[in-house]
């Protein structure tokens, strides 16, 4: 890793993510809707669990200095898995709580993760306090140039390289034109470009090519 910055970040799992670890994901989806009252109370209990699983993992790990990601997968590839309105009601207080209290305790800074088109999310998930963002797959509606240009540096954008289809299919012209403008878009930062993950349908060789692109057009000195 001799050159290369590396930055590792605390980490627990989200509000929506362990809430449907414990009900169910239909059935707390269900709940949202028709369960109101129940949902709060749950809502309360689980966001003062995971608060005391945040503080408690950032002392053992001591990343006081970097920060804390929340993983919370809550949409598909078109859309989230819940309206806005259900997010406003139930997850955006309790997320604003939860980091203000962290905020408090020392953590400078919040990541979130949510595989799929969070989108319609993002603005309240800003709101809430969250500055960056992965892993923003451009197959879900989530184009990081179009993202800089409605949030300018306001936000990090971590992600953005299509790992679905583009890399799968291995062709290096295609990876090039669409990993080019990427490594140009980041020139002034605030992006850190990125995969969601890296499926068997991607080859060795087309990892390698893309990498290479990175190492080579990435250096901004």
């Not at 970040?9 to 949202?32: N, P, T």
């Not at 980091?99 to 998930?125: K, N, V, W």
Request: net charge negative; with cysteine.
């Amino acid at each position: 890793l001799r050159g290369r910055w590396v930055f590792v970040l605390a980490k627990i799992g989200g509000l929506y993510c362990r809430g449907q670890f414990i009900r169910g994901e239909e059935d707390l989806l269900m709940d949202m809707m028709l369960e109101k009252n129940f949902c709060h109370d749950f809502f309360d209990i689980l966001a003062e669990h995971l608060t005391a699983m945040a503080l408690a993992t950032l002392k053992r790990v001591e990343f006081w200095n970097t920060g804390l990601i929340v993983c919370d997968d809550m949409a598909g590839g078109t859309a989230p898995n819940f309206g806005p309105d259900i997010f406003a009601e139930f997850l955006l207080p309790r997320h604003k709580k939860m980091l203000a209290t962290l905020r408090q305790a020392g953590c400078p800074r919040f990541f979130f993760h949510s595989d799929g088109c969070i989108g319609p999310l993002l603005d309240m998930l800003i709101e809430a306090g969250f500055e960056a963002f992965n892993p923003l797959e451009p197959t879900c509606g989530l184009d990081l140039p179009s993202l800089r240009a409605k949030y300018g540096k306001k936000i990090i954008l971590c992600g953005g390289v299509c790992n679905t289809r583009i890399l799968p299919r291995g062709d290096k012209k295609e990876i090039e034109a669409h990993v080019r403008p990427l490594i140009e878009l980041g020139r002034e930062g605030g992006i850190i470009l990125g995969l969601a993950s890296i499926g068997d349908d991607v080859s060795p060789e087309a990892y390698d090519f893309y990498m290479s692109l990175i190492k080579k057009y990435g250096n901004y000195n």
